[in-house]
């Protein structure tokens, strides 16, 4: 092993270390596989889910959003839309939806990785899925705010609906409608995955550094 690829992945556990505290470096791997486990599942759940609520629906109008689709009662609420001007749905992040499934899947390789590494480079392999739940959320609103913002003055209603910012979470008002936001199941596991890096990095230091340090010291 060279010098520069051993400062990466760190040193080894010796054999006879790794039979006296076996479970002190199972837990990192086992938090890492878990992570990478529960964002591979989330790639088939909704990550958004919104109801509209409208005087002509009384029950509603739903729309989940996945990674790279919409699904639920799209027309419909794109129906509404357009009466204040506001563009079609599946307008909004198209370059996000057509990377977003090979993304995770990245995210998710780069945490099984992280498996091999035992120096402190292995937070760069797991940063990008610790912060993916949150730069899905900001992302998001960004899109909302831009069609909420650039509204067609050209639309029947546009004179009576002023440039709005819908809320990525929680209820939101516009005219005479609603809206309600929350995370999907998809968006809970990619949080919940984010929860696992973070504690497996706690417990991959605990375990590694005393050997990173006992080798730098030699």
Known sequence: MTENLEK????????????ANRGRYLLPTLFFLLAALLLM??????????????PQYPKG???????????????????LNHYIGMRPLAEA?????SISVIGVVVMALLILSAV???TRWVVLLALPALLFPLIFLVDLQFWLANFGQNLDPTAPL???????????????????????ASPGP?????????????????????????????????
Not at 160 to 176: E, W, Y
Not at 200 to 213: E, N, Q, T
């Open 93 to 97: 992040a198209t370059f996000e939806k």
């Open 41 to 54: 599942i989330s790639i088939f759940l909704p990550y958004w889910e919104l109801t509209l609520n409208a």
């Open 8 to 19: 990466i992945i760190g040193p080894r556990v010796p054999a006879q270390e790794m039979k």
């Open 158 to 180: 546009s004179s009576s609906v002023k440039p709005f910012i819908p809320p990525v979470l929680f209820t939101g008002r516009i005219a005479q409608f609603s809206t309600t």
């Open 186 to 218: 998809g968006l809970w596991l990619a949080f919940g995955a984010s929860f696992l890096i973070l504690v497996g990095l706690f417990f991959h230091r605990r375990a590694y550094k005393p050997l990173v340090d006992a080798a730098e010291a030699r």
């Open 61 to 79: 109008l739903s729309v989940q959003a996945f990674l790279n689709d919409l699904e639920g009662d799209v027309a419909e609420i794109d129906g």
């Open 116 to 118: 091999f590494i035992n």
